[in-house]
């Protein structure tokens, strides 16, 4: 057989494999998916997992470049980038509450066409939990309650859940389950304290407080089955004035007592005044303030943020408190925590209803992740991609196994996904309350503003009716401005 | 021919052999220019530039956060800035600030100094731990002194335990949130104030503290008529420096407080920063911003009226 012939017969054959092997790039890109996110277990394991056995299906060499931003810092970061023009980012870790500001600005991409394009995404997007694609994708803000199965016809859809986070109650079952306190405990209130998950359901606000109470003591006090070395207190929550450090758990005291915020679901009709200050609100807010006394002294500074109750805990300070479970690692690690072997997870109290039912209602935390406008077709598809990747089950069941929560529903009705971690039952259950805060882009003027006032009337500077009327007034100014109220 | 030649060295006009771009940029009469270039572009780029711009922005109504294209508003964000009664809050905290830490700092500046005029054994190993706070970054400042007033595992909370047998909480209160803030800000710029104070004490001629005692003046008359005169230009440089610095302080009271408790401890800069990047009021923020920066050129030229008038009066 001639050369030419063999060399064309060769050229044949190599096209005729390449064309069987499914569809390639002419040529692999290399793609750079350079991604903002808050410094953290959750976006540490997203990197170190992409690193390990992320593989691009349409061949291209793509990686996952998360920028590491740390907490305190990251909003600031994330806002001067994007607000900068810079482009840095094609991906980014997002709080919820930002999506308005960031998409109103232009940054945050429309998902919804190329979602509807995909049965893949759709899949996954039918299969998240409602609150979570409430809460992190829509935009307008669809309330959980309002949503309808994907797809929603009235929803554009912007993000996907890096990390849902939920929280729940850490306590100390060395101390909850020891007959002797238990004993005291029921002499003086009526009933044993709560030890198992089951006797946590049955907490609400009044025997938390009862908690509180009982569990303060001065160093050499008898304290469990030994003495207080220090001063112990009973209970601990978010009472701090950064961030949204007391709003996350005013909101929680607020819905459970049937009030609501300024819901912006409802604008232009929805107002401020009278539904933020409504005397059922006004109630809630002194119902938190009332149990503050029984908390570490920090309260007292407006430093009692959920870093600071993480701290108190861990350091054996506190007998319960109520954190979010993506705080909750460094709970089993003997080398971060003094009560590390006698840690347990419940859901968090709420309040009794008149048909003996608990309110549970809460703020949802957590953040979604989600695309930058500027990106070309080829990175929007990478990223696309690369979601799928991040929301299948198999790397799914591997986040929860590395102490990541997942938001998919078929993941987390795996038998054995409540066994990842002590909390995991906790937060899944915990699921079906949650609620989230504003996402429009005064989100920050008023949170900032409500955080202030928030904070006086827990220094006592102002009662809770004072505060709630100033909050009130303020927000029905800033949306009247904004043109959300009419 | 020796002229041309000359011409030619200068970088001048061009010689027969041609131009040379190099060495008539490096001519003696444009060498200066040249060498100061690239501070004045820096200087440019990095400052002026910025400057204009958010001067520019302080006229329209723009949000870093909206697409919506900027109106022009003339005066209406400085009219809105200026009779805003958080501002003038917010200015009355910060004078509060500025005059009891800058106080404080002299007094403490000031003794140090008198202190660390005298040799005694061990004054250089001293002098280097006195100077240590002025080193450290202020968020290790912040960090360290948040810690410190912590009630509950806290240095002074613990320490006031003892004697009480309560928690001490340092920052429940406005007034003591303030005095929290103003002792670490007086904590970490005293040393500065030393530091001069103590350049002003050592050029002191010692042959007029000779004279003194011979004329048996006492302790308050030397201080008055001889140490004091010495050290007053440089004393006012102090308070200066410390005036404007303390007026813009912001990390401090960012890392102790967040301005709290409420907004009691929330100064002007604080609250530049959160109308910039937390309420977005882009505009209003550049506006307050530069009424801020009129302020401190105002009591830079009260400064230097100060100095002048003390120059006269020499």
Redesign the interface.
């Known amino acids: 057989m001639p050369t030419r012939t063999l060399a064309l017969l060769g050229t044949a054959s190599a096209l005729a494999i390449a064309a069987l092997a499914g569809p390639a790039p002419a040529v692999a890109e290399d793609i750079v998916l350079n991604m903002a996110a808050p410094d953290w277990p959750p976006t540490r394991f997203m990197q170190e997992e992409a690193d390990r056995s992320y593989t691009a299906p349409s061949g291209n060499n793509v990686r996952l470049q998360i920028d590491f931003i740390p907490w305190p810092s990251f909003y600031e970061r994330v806002a001067a980038s994007l607000t900068s023009g810079e482009q840095k980012y094609q991906m980014l870790v997002t709080d919820s509450q930002w999506l308005g500001s960031f998409i109103e600005g232009g940054y945050y991409m429309d998902l919804t066409g190329l979602i509807a394009e995909d049965e893949e995404l759709q899949a996954i997007m039918q299969d998240l939990h409602p609150a979570l694609v409430s809460a992190y994708s829509t935009y307008p803000h669809i309330p959980v309650t309002e949503l309808q199965e994907y797809p929603d016809p009235n929803a554009n859809y912007y993000g996907f859940p890096q990390m849902p986070d939920t929280y729940v109650t850490w306590y100390r079952e060395d101390l909850f389950c020891n007959e002797t306190e238990s004993a005291d405990f029921e002499a003086e209130y009526g009933a044993p304290l709560p030890c198992t998950y089951e006797d946590w359901e049955d907490v609400d606000w009044e025997r938390f407080d009862q908690i509180g109470t009982f569990f303060r003591r001065s160093a050499g006090d008898a304290l469990g089955d030994g003495t207080a070395d220090d001063e112990f207190y009973g209970i601990a929550y978010q009472a701090g004035k950064g961030y949204d450090f007391s709003t996350m758990q005013i909101n929680a005291f607020i819905w459970q007592y049937g009030g609501s915020i300024w819901d912006e679901s409802t604008e232009p009709e929805g107002q401020a005044e009278g539904v933020v200050n409504s005397d059922v609100a006004v109630e809630a807010f002194e119902h938190y303030l009332s149990m503050l006394e029984h908390m570490p002294p920090a309260w007292q500074t407006g430093q009692m943020d959920i870093f600071q109750i993480q701290e108190l805990y861990l350091q054996g300070k506190v007998a319960a408190i109520i954190n979010w479970v993506g705080l909750a690692e460094p709970v089993l690690d003997p080398e971060t925590s003094t009560v590390s072997e006698v840690s347990a997870f419940a859901r968090a109290p709420g309040l009794r209803q008149e048909d003996g039912s608990i309110s549970r209602w809460a703020n949802i935390g957590g953040q979604p992740f989600v695309l930058t406008t500027w990106n070309s077709d080829t990175v929007v598809r990478e990223a696309l991609d690369f979601v799928k990747w991040w929301e299948s089950e198999e790397v799914q069941k591997k986040f929860a196994a590395n102490g990541g929560q997942s938001g998919l529903r078929s993941v987390m009705e795996l038998p054995e996904y409540n066994d990842y971690r002590p909390w995991n039952r906790a937060h899944v259950e915990s699921l079906d309350w949650q609620k989230d805060v504003w996402h429009i882009p005064e989100f920050f003027e008023l949170l900032t503003q409500q955080q202030e006032e928030f904070d006086k009337a827990i220094t006592g500077q102002i009662d809770a009716r004072e505060a709630l009327d100033e909050v009130a007034e303020f927000q029905q100014e800033v949306l009247e401005d904004a043109g959300r109220i009419e | 021919m020796a002229a041309t030649d000359t011409t030619a060295e200068r970088g001048g006009a061009p010689a027969a052999r041609g131009f040379n771009p190099v060495a008539w940029a490096l001519a003696p009469e444009r060498r200066g220019g040249l060498l100061v270039a690239p501070a004045i572009i820096t200087l440019f780029v990095m400052n002026i530039f910025p400057l204009m711009w958010s001067l520019g922005l302080s006229f329209f109504n723009y949000r870093?956060?909206?697409?919506t294209v900027p109106d022009f508003v003339w005066f209406r964000n400085f009219e809105r800035v200026l009779t805003d009664d958080d501002v003038w809050e917010r200015f009355q905290t910060t004078a509060i600030v500025v005059g009891s830490s800058v106080a404080l700092q002299l007094v403490i500046g000031f003794a140090l100094a008198l202190l660390f005029a005298k040799s005694f054994p061990g004054r250089r190993i001293l002098l280097m731990l006195v100077l240590t706070p002025m080193m450290l970054s202020f968020v290790a400042v912040g960090v360290f002194f948040?810690l410190f007033?912590?009630?509950?595992?806290g240095l002074v909370?613990q320490a006031v335990a003892i004697f009480t047998?309560e928690?001490f909480?340092?920052?429940?209160?406005?007034t003591g949130?303030l005095i929290g803030i103003i002792v670490a800000d007086a904590w970490m710029w005293s040393p500065f104030v030393m530091l001069l104070v103590l350049a002003g004490l050592v050029s002191v001629p010692k042959y007029l503290y000779e004279a003194a005692e011979i004329d048996r003046a006492n302790w308050w008359r030397r201080f008055r008529t001889i140490t004091f005169p010495y050290i007053k230009g440089l004393l006012l440089l102090a308070v200066l420096f410390r005036t404007i610095e303390t007026f813009k302080l912001f990390d401090i009271v960012y890392l102790i407080?967040?301005?709290?408790?409420?907004?009691?401890t929330e100064t002007i800069a604080v609250y530049v920063y959160?109308m910039a990047?937390?309420?977005?009021?882009t505009s209003q923020a550049s506006a307050l911003a530069y009424i801020v920066l009129f302020v401190v050129i105002v009591l830079t030229s009260l400064y230097l009226y100060a100095v002048r008038r003390t120059s006269e009066a020499r």
Request: net charge positive; hydrophobic share 25%; aromatic share 14%.
């Open positions: 870093a956060n909206r697409l948040k007033y912590e009630p509950t595992f909370s047998g928690p909480v340092v920052l429940s209160t406005p949130a407080t967040q301005g709290g408790p409420g907004s009691s959160r990047f937390q309420y977005f009021r």
